[in-house]
């Protein structure tokens, strides 16, 4: 029998009726849970090999009748899915980096350096999140539009996208509860051999908080993918257009929908690549902060 100690239910647990009772209960649910999860991706994968007419049939069939892998490729080329996936990729890696450096740096100086007016700011930071994300849609247009003091238009680029992805209250908060948890001698130490803040925040905190880094970094990658209101809000330009909009743009399109179904596919590559890569880190990532060293 599988080594059971760190779970709930433990191997003398199992031992008993009730509990392998409770045990194949609560295995059936989360297999229930998968396949719900799971079965709209693989019914929208094997509509696309369907032609238009196989598509409407009554009654509907699961499984088509002949799959034709080119099709993939040939919907990938009349699509140009190569242009939107390099668009949207070029936004996320942005979004990535500037929500790393801005949020990291933040959480470091509410955690280390703590300078005056901590609490003000942390409490600040909380109440931001409280805030809708309807009420400040407006506002954010207009001043993307014409940005305060310098007064430039930052539509039609990816920059409105990037600076919001930097303005992210929740991963400070969790960038400096990561960053609490590591012992201050090291920090000390590096203090008395003269290391700047700076030097200590790249040589020894990023480091040490590796799995934070990893996890931020993956869950903004895989939300940019995705994101599609402010692409369309901010970018109508079709050569800088990303996956999330040419995928809403098709509905108004000549494309059948079966290329339609495909293209769905397309566009979830990436976030399933993402999660097979980095599944420890994920996976993982519910404990960060939760335990101090």
């Not at 949020?103 to 901590?118: D, E, F, Q």
């Not at 109440?127 to 400040?136: A, D, E, F, K, N």
């Not at 609490?180 to 030097?199: F, P, Q, R, Y």
């Amino acid at each position: 029998m599988r080594n059971m100690d760190k779970g709930i239910l433990t191997n003398s647990d199992m031992k008993k009726k009730k509990y392998k009772i409770l045990y194949a209960a609560i295995f059936i649910v989360m297999l229930v849970y998968c396949l719900i999860s799971v079965l709209p991706v693989v019914w929208i994968m094997l509509s696309g090999f369907k032609d238009v007419k196989e598509m409407y049939a009554v009654p509907a069939t699961f499984l088509p009748k002949k799959i034709d892998l080119s099709k993939l490729a040939r919907v990938w080329s009349e699509l140009k899915f190569y242009k939107y996936y390099g668009n949207t990729f070029i936004m996320a890696i942005g979004c990535v980096v500037f929500n790393i450096v801005v949020s990291g740096l933040a959480g470091y100086v509410l955690s280390r350096l703590k300078p005056k007016g901590t609490k003000v700011l942390l409490a600040m930071i909380f109440w931001i999140m409280l805030i809708p994300g309807t009420m400040s849609t407006v506002p954010l247009y207009m001043e993307f539009k014409s940005m305060p003091i310098i007064g430039v238009n930052l539509l039609e680029t990816y920059w409105p996208v990037w600076l919001m992805s930097a303005a992210n209250a929740f991963n400070i908060i969790l960038f400096k509860n990561s960053f609490d948890g590591i012992s201050n001698s090291l920090v000390e130490a590096a203090w008395i051999d003269g290391a700047s803040n700076i030097i200590i925040f790249f040589k020894i905190v990023i480091p040490l908080s590796m799995p934070v880094f990893i996890v931020v970094a993956t869950f903004t990658f895989n939300g940019s993918i995705g994101n599609f209101f402010w692409p369309y809000l901010t970018i109508s330009a079709k050569e800088k257009m990303v996956l999330g909009v040419q995928l809403y743009k098709m509905k108004s399109s000549t494309y059948t929908i079966d290329y339609q179904m495909l293209a769905l596919l397309f566009s979830v590559i990436p976030q399933v690549v993402i999660f097979a890569i980095f599944q420890r880190q994920i996976m993982g990532g519910v404990n960060i902060g939760g335990v101090k060293g």
